[in-house]
C-alpha cells in the first residue's frame, strides 16, 4: 500500500485511515461534517500527493497535447496559466481529467488523477513515441491544497509581504514559483471544492513541515469525505462516477471544456463526439431533494419526459449536503424535455427537483431550477 510523504502527520492529527485507489489516505479526523463546515467558512488542508504530475516537455509539447487534449492548450499565453480538459480515446471516452499548466510552448505541466496514473502515462507514453517530446514524471513532489475563504491569508504567512501580495492578486487557475519559508515551491489558485484558495507542490522532504506550519496557522486538516461533499456541492466531476472510458465529455457536463475551433485542429476522439455536439444522446443534471433523506450513488431514476414518454437514468454522485441540508446529487438523464424526475428511494419513487449541476459557490446557495 502506498503512503504519501505525509502519512506519519495524518496518523498525529487522528486520522481514520482508508485504501483510496492503493493509497492509503485520510478518510476525515474525527468528523467530516467539521471538516466540510470548515472549508466554507475558514481554510481546510487536503493531503493529495497522491496525484501525479507530468512535465511534458520539448519542440513538439505544443502540438504533441493538442492532439491528446480536447481542450486547446494554444489558449494558454501567461506563464503558468492553467488549463481543465479531458483526455480521450479513440472511441471518445474519457480516459481521465486534467489540468495543464502552461510554461512555455515547449514546457507544460500536467496534474492527473492518482486513480489513472497507470493507464495515463501508457496512453502519452504511446502518443508521446508520434512527437519530440520527453515525459517527466515527478514522484519527488507532495501537494497539499488549501482551501477556503482564508485560505490564502494563511498561506501567506509562509512567504514574504511582497510574495504575499503576488499570490493574493492571483487570478484563478494560475500557477507560479513562490520563495517561501521553507523553500522554493509552486502555487497555483486551483481546487476542487467550489472555494478559493490554492494547491501548492513542494518536495517530498519538507512536506511535513509545510503541514505542521499550516495547522500551527490555524488550518484544519480535512479528509477525503469532507472533499467529496465540497466537490458535489460544487458540480465538480469525480472520475469513475460522472465519467469514465464509456461515457464522453458531452454527457459528463464537459462540453465547455471542449475546444472545437479551430475546425482543422484534430484531437483523439474528436471524430467520435463529432456528431453528439448537435444532437446529444444524454447529459448530466443536478438534483434536489426537498424531503427528509439522502440521494445515493447509484439509486435509479425515472425520467418523464415533456411528451409524457418515461425513461430510465441513474445517479452517478449523491450524498447529504452540508451547507443545504438537504440531499443534493448530480444525475445522467436522456436528453429529452424534462417533465418530472423520481428517484428510487427504498421501492418507493419519490419526486426530486431537477436543476443545474452547482449548488454552492463560495459558500452561497446557488440552485438554479432547469
Known amino acids: ?40 467558512q475558514g481554510a481546510g488542508m487536503f493531503d493529495t500527493s497522491h496525484m501525479t504530475v507530468i512535465d511534458v516537455v520539448g519542440e ?77 514524471e515527478h514522484d519527488e513532489l507532495a501537494m497539499i491544497a488549501v482551501q ?51 494547491e501548492i507542490l513542494i518536495d517530498n522532504e519538507r512536506a511535513p513541515t509545510l503541514w505542521q506550519e499550516l495547522l500551527a496557522l490555524g488550518v484544519a486538516p480535512c479528509g477525503l469525505g469532507a472533499r467529496d461533499t465540497l466537490r458535489l456541492e460544487a458540480g465538480m466531476n469525480l472520475y469513475g462516477q460522472e465519467m469514465d472510458e464509456e461515457v464522453s465529455p458531452l454527457a459528463a457536463n464537459m462540453g465547455w471544456t471542449i475546444a472545437w475551433q479551430p475546425e482543422d485542429r484534430d484531437f483523439i476522439g474528436r471524430s467520435e463526439i463529432e456528431p453528439e455536439r448537435h444532437a446529444p444522446k444524454s447529459r448530466l443534471i443536478g438534483l434536489l431533494l426537498e424531503e427528509k433523506g439522502v440521494l445515493r450513488t447509484g439509486q435509479a431514476l425515472k425520467v418523464t419526459a415533456a411528451d409524457g414518454s418515461e425513461h430510465a437514468g441513474i445517479i452517478t454522485s449523491g450524498s447529504f449536503s452540508p451547507t443545504l441540508g438537504k440531499g443534493i446529487a448530480l444525475a445522467r438523464i436522456p436528453a429529452v424535455e ?18 443545474k449541476p452547482c449548488f454552492v459557490r463560495h459558500g452561497q446557495p446557488v440552485v438554479t431550477p432547469l
Not at 514559483?177 to 509552486?186: N, Q
Not at 424534462?338 to 436543476?355: C, E, F, G, H, S
Request: contains cysteine; proline residues 4%; aromatic residues 10%.
Open 1 to 40: 500500500m502506498n503512503r504519501t510523504p505525509l502519512y506519519d502527520q495524518h496518523l498525529a492529527c487522528g486520522a481514520r485511515m482508508v485504501d483510496f485507489h492503493g493509497w492509503m489516505m485520510p478518510l476525515h479526523y474525527g468528523s467530516q461534517l467539521d471538516e466540510h463546515h470548515k472549508v466554507r
Open 60 to 136: 513538439q509539447a505544443k502540438p504533441f497535447l493538442q492532439w491528446v487534449l480536447a481542450n486547446d492548450v494554444d489558449r494558454l499565453k501567461e506563464h503558468g496559466k492553467a488549463l481543465y480538459s479531458a483526455m480521450l480515446n479513440d472511441d471518445g471516452g474519457v480516459i481521465d481529467d486534467l489540468i495543464v499548466y502552461f510554461f512555455t510552448d515547449t514546457s507544460y505541466r500536467l496534474i492527473v488523477n492518482s486513480a489513472t496514473r497507470e493507464k495515463d502515462l501508457a496512453w502519452l507514453g504511446l502518443q508521446a513515441q508520434k512527437f519530440s517530446v520527453t515525459l517527466t
Open 148 to 198: 477556503g475563504p482564508k485560505a490564502l491569508a494563511a498561506v501567506t504567512h509562509l512567504l514574504n509581504e511582497e510574495a504575499g501580495w503576488r499570490l493574493t492578486a492571483m487570478k484563478p487557475f494560475l500557477g507560479a514559483d513562490f520563495e517561501t519559508t521553507l523553500g522554493p515551491a509552486f502555487i497555483a489558485t486551483t481546487g476542487y471544492t467550489g472555494e478559493a484558495g490554492c
Open 338 to 355: 424534462l417533465a418530472a424526475v423520481a428517484v428510487d428511494m427504498r421501492k418507493n419513487w419519490i419526486t426530486v427537483k431537477p436543476v
